[in-house]
Structures are given as structure tokens and as C-alpha cells.
């Protein structure tokens, strides 16, 4: 027998896609909003707490509901994608600070897309730097450059699997990368990029 008193999912979806648009980035994951970038929650921290919302938010647990409930959460849904997305990339995420200062929630558009500019670096580097970090190596560039299999991800057990197969590519376990990453995909197998990380994996473990 349901609580009357309890809401319905219907009405928890209602209420978050009315608020959604007057809340920031940390609120909607439910992570304190740090003082300077020095401060800022690990990427870890950041992943659980998205893995937590979408637990309740991913569009897979809306399937028997009326269309504009399914619609509601899907824009939530991707409402986090996109907090994680900023949040976890150090040049978007100090480009945000400033943003939230002027009182603007959201990146959009190009903001989320142009590149770095002399401003936004120095924002990244922690307070009291005098002095430039060195040259970063080409291969560590190459390396920045491809996404992490996790930021590839939306389905919670996705993203866990993932995770672990980032770790096992950073100590060089290829092979149980590979299998870490196949247990990622067989979560979401209709995620193209994803497949394609997988299929690069494979490659390299050959």
C-alpha cells in the first residue's frame, strides 16, 4: 500500500524539472560549492555523486511512465551529464567559477566549446604560483587529449566499471583494462564512443 503522504514519481519529476533551471552545478550533484579551485572536490567524489543522482534520474526508470514524465527526466538526466562534464574538466570548470560569480548557472553554447584563453589557465593554477609549470611532454598531450572512459559514460554501474579500467590503463594493465571496460560497454552497448574506446583497447592489448 503506497504512503499517501509520499510523493509520486511523477510529482519528484515535476518539481525537479521546475527548480532545475535556478540551481547550479554543485547543487544539482549535491557537492559543496568550493571557495577557490584549490578546494575542488576530487573527481571521484564528483563521479559518485553523479552515479548517486542518476541512480534516481537515469531515463531507464521512467520506461511506464506518460511521455511528458519521461521527458522531464531525460532533460535532468542530461542537465548532470552536463555538470559532470564541466565539473571534472579543469579548464570548463574554472571558466564556470566565473561564471557562477555573475550569477549565471549554466556554460552554453560556445562557452562550453571555445578554447582556453591566458585568463582561464591562470584561473586553474593554484593561488600563489609565481612562477609557469614546465612544458608539458608531447606524449602526456596526446594523452590529455582522449577522454577518460568514465567521461564517456551515463549508466551508474557504467561509470563504476569504467573508472576501474581508467586506473588499470594508468598502470599499464592493458589486458584487464580491456576486460573492465568490456563489462562498461555491456552496460550501455548502444554507446558508439564508448565502443569505439573499447575497440582501441582491444587493439592495443593485440
Same mark, same amino acid.
Given at each position: 500500500?503506497?504512503?499517501?503522504?509520499?510523493?509520486?514519481?511523477?510529482?519528484?519529476?515535476?518539481?525537479?524539472?521546475?527548480?532545475?533551471?535556478?540551481?547550479?552545478?554543485?547543487?544539482?550533484?549535491?557537492?559543496?560549492?568550493?571557495?577557490?579551485?584549490?578546494?575542488?572536490?576530487?573527481?571521484?567524489?564528483?563521479?559518485?555523486?553523479?552515479?548517486?543522482?542518476?541512480?534516481?534520474?537515469?531515463?531507464?526508470?521512467?520506461?511506464? /511512465?506518460? #511521455?511528458?514524465?519521461?521527458?522531464? *527526466? =531525460? &532533460?535532468?538526466?542530461?542537465? $548532470?551529464?552536463?555538470?559532470?562534464?564541466?565539473? !571534472?574538466?579543469?579548464?570548463?570548470?574554472?571558466?564556470?567559477?566565473?561564471?557562477?560569480?555573475?550569477?549565471?548557472?549554466?556554460? /552554453?553554447? #560556445?562557452?562550453?566549446?571555445?578554447? *582556453? =584563453? &591566458?585568463?582561464?589557465?591562470? $584561473?586553474?593554477?593554484?593561488?600563489?604560483?609565481? !612562477?609557469?609549470?614546465?612544458?608539458?611532454?608531447?606524449?602526456?598531450?596526446?594523452?590529455?587529449?582522449?577522454?577518460?572512459?568514465?567521461?564517456?559514460?551515463?549508466?551508474?554501474?557504467?561509470?563504476?566499471?569504467?573508472?576501474?579500467?581508467?586506473?588499470?590503463?594508468?598502470?599499464?594493465?592493458?589486458?584487464?583494462?580491456?576486460?573492465?571496460?568490456?563489462?562498461?560497454?555491456?552496460?550501455?552497448?548502444?554507446?558508439?564512443?564508448?565502443?569505439?574506446?573499447?575497440?582501441?583497447?582491444?587493439?592495443?592489448?593485440?
Amino acid at each position: 500500500m503506497s504512503d499517501p503522504a509520499r510523493p509520486s514519481t511523477r510529482e519528484i519529476v515535476r518539481q525537479w524539472f521546475e527548480k532545475i533551471d535556478r540551481m547550479d552545478y554543485f547543487s544539482l550533484l549535491r557537492v559543496p560549492r568550493p571557495a577557490t579551485v584549490d578546494a575542488w572536490p576530487s573527481d571521484g567524489e564528483l563521479r559518485r555523486a553523479f552515479a548517486t543522482f542518476a541512480g534516481s534520474f537515469h531515463p531507464d526508470r521512467f520506461k511506464d /511512465e506518460d #511521455e511528458q514524465t519521461r521527458e522531464r *527526466a =531525460t &532533460v535532468i538526466f542530461r542537465r $548532470a551529464n552536463e555538470a559532470l562534464r564541466v565539473l !571534472t574538466n579543469p579548464e570548463l570548470r574554472a571558466r564556470y567559477l566565473r561564471h557562477v560569480a555573475q550569477g549565471k548557472l549554466r556554460l /552554453e553554447g #560556445e562557452e562550453m566549446t571555445r578554447k *582556453a =584563453t &591566458v585568463h582561464a589557465m591562470e $584561473a586553474i593554477r593554484p593561488a600563489g604560483a609565481g !612562477t609557469p609549470p614546465p612544458p608539458v611532454p608531447a606524449s602526456s598531450k596526446r594523452m590529455a587529449a582522449v577522454p577518460s572512459l568514465a567521461s564517456l559514460c551515463t549508466h551508474p554501474a557504467a561509470i563504476d566499471f569504467a573508472q576501474q579500467a581508467d586506473a588499470l590503463v594508468a598502470k599499464g594493465e592493458s589486458k584487464k583494462a580491456l576486460f573492465q571496460a568490456q563489462l562498461a560497454l555491456n552496460k550501455e552497448p548502444t554507446n558508439e564512443k564508448l565502443a569505439e574506446r573499447v575497440a582501441a583497447l582491444r587493439t592495443s592489448v593485440k
